[in-house]
């Protein structure tokens, strides 16, 4: 039997702004092939961990590894391995879709001989074929998400981070990028941060909530079909 590979580790994370703690005592653990939902109130830490994980954001507390590498110790080895999409997308406006990516192929230091055939994978994935030589300023809020995605996942990381990629979006283009996000599963281990729980019952293998900075759950969606338990009833209950 297999032994699902551990491609991102996080124990006893902290973090406290003027002495009020956000996130405490929080751990993930990320499999290869793995989805895991997110979940949490307004304040409740998501995005405070999530900015965490993606190395953005020190924690006062606890050992972050992508990949069996530290990510605070060996940065750089260890982003290399990352891919993240924080909840406003960081595109610039003046570019066109196909320099943006070039942009972000370069600084993930993808190799100068694949560029092109990376940028043109990942907009086929993406759904952005057509869109190259567009301006990112004209895109639709729909558009410069699949874009947003597309930075992220441009190196092929093995853990994507997606802080609420379908906000703002119709529900045609959250099908869109559900569906994507499934395609990210073959060569990827996801975290998705949402407040809808639809999307994390449809997409997601595992579950973890955050009340007030700690995790109040984590366990896999088919433990909890198993045993019958409704996820936005005990999205309710834990966050009371």
Known sequence: MNIPIVTLSAINLRRTYQSHAVVQQVS???KQGEVLGLLGPNGAGKTTTLRMLAGNLAPDDGNIEICGIDLFEHPKEAKAHL????EIPPLYP???VDEYLIFAARLHRVDHTSIHV???DTKRRCGLSHRGRQLIATLSKGFQQRLGIAQAIIHSPAVII??????GLDPNQMREIRELIMELKAFSSVILSTHILSEV???CDRVQILHQGSVVLDQTLADLKQQQFDLEA???????
């Open 28 to 30: 993930i653990e990320l």
């Open 83 to 86: 891919g993240y999409l924080p």
């Open 94 to 96: 003046e570019m066109t």
């Open 118 to 120: 990376k940028v043109e």
């Open 162 to 167: 997606l802080d609420e990629p379908t906000v």
């Open 201 to 203: 019952d449809s997409i």
């Open 234 to 240: 005990m999205f309710s209950r834990l966050t009371q």
